[in-house]
């Protein structure tokens, strides 16, 4: 089954997601090389469509993700510091603010103009900009609050202390962010409920540096994050946003790299299920907690997602404006084939988290099964421009190039990807652009040497993700009965993996009968309309 996706939908999707990604081509980061777009053919796509949707609830405040002057190996690095700013983002619910990714991060001040010129194009009335620094005997957090209107700043408090200070300076900005930008209404239960949600303030920092880890590509990280979760719980039991972030953690481990046994699998899935039940007694009105309510269900009920999308859709009944639940809903839509109701809550995502890597590398992972291939770069281009340490996004633009024939650039996306943590896709990725080169040889040697480094590899039952990219590797030289096995063995069989079987690179084994007992034993029950 192909999935058509209508193009005026499509379009919508990445509506909001794309001014500024054309900015200038350098280097972000150190030994990330200046990025290369693909190159866009066809018809140029009307400029008006990237203005930002106009939304029912007007935000106050746009925060772009604060970013750290220090090296990924310090634990105060840039990953921490997005995460430190998404806890002042919730915080901060009552003035409805947006995240505002802006091509390259934001180290320097921005000029008076660029301020205006952002204010005029989001619709803001305000934008917060904030850095962590290393200072004598700890870190320093600086923050700006310009308003838009003539490009002033407001407010620029210096922050200095110790990592476990961050809890305490959340409560300073959110006030002070606050007071400047417009007071809310009185606060409501509802309203209460997205405080920081524990007086531990190690606890806090632990909870940050897990959510910092789920994000990370990088081999192991989920396990490292489920650490830290737990680190964060034994502080504080009653800390909901932990037992929800250690349920998300756990489904990620399975999800992706697998355990090692079906024993240890059904433990962790039960130690989840107990987790998430936790959060959701703790803090009913969070809207992290049923996301992660949400994400528990798509692995426990894996061809039903009845459960899960009721989970996601309270998620967005609770915080309307969070953008990690649309994003969440839509993903979940589209490993049930409702095509169109995805695009409109990626479309949501990105009005709230405007030019979210995840969501447009979502959107172009959208298009590259629909064999959109031009408009898939697009998606992706903008997310490296926004991000460029993204390592996914680097990844499924390897993917989209090979379709192009593009095998220079995709040999390098791939690369790039792996450096950046995607072990497992940039691996894939550099196989199947030496197998398009015709270096059968290497791609050989190299699929074989990752498929047997792979803890899974000698499971009988690996996870989804794993036998996805492997049998791809395996698909594209040819070996069709491997790649199969490793489609076979893949638990669970459900909605996650019927849609891995709509990957282009497995057309090729559309004919086989093993393919289609594969489609019917893992076509999801619901449409998810």
Known sequence: MIMRIPRAALTLAISVAVTGAASRVVAQYPNVPPPVPCQDRGAEWDAAVFDPIVSSHPPRVAVVPFRSSLSDADSANTALAMAFAGRVVERLAPLHPVLLWSPGPELVAPSASEIVALGKLNH??????????????????TVRLFETAHGQLVWNPVLTGALSDLLAFEEVLVRGVSDHAGTAPATSARDASRASGTVSSVGYLRYLRGVADLANDTRGSEQQAEQEFQGAIQLDSAYAAAWAGFALSTVAQIRREGLASPNATSAATDRAVSAVRRAVRLAPQSADVWIARGAVFELVEPREYTRALASYRKAIDVSPWNADAHRKLGE???????????????????SEDRGDPATLVAVGALHLRARRYHDACRALNAAIANEPRFAEAYAERAFVRLHLKD???????????????????????????????????????????????????GADHPSVWVSHYLAAGYAVLGKDDRALDLLSRALPRGADLWLALQDPVFDRLRGHPRYATLIGDSRPFATGN
């Open 332 to 350: 979940a839509l589209i490993e049930l084939g409702a095509t169109d109701a995805a695009i409109e809550q990626f479309h949501l995502a990105l």
């Open 124 to 141: 803001v009335p305000y934008l917060l900009f904030g850095r962590l620094d290393a200072a004598t005997h700890g870190i320093t957090v």
């Open 407 to 457: 095998l220079r650039s995709a040999y390098g996306d791939a690369e790039t990807s792996m450096r950046l943590g995607a072990w497992l896709t940039g691996a894939v990725g550099q196989v199947m652009a030496e197998a398009d080169a015709r270096d059968t040889a290497g791609s050989r040697q190299h699929i074989a040497a990752l498929a047997s480094d792979h803890p899974a590899n």
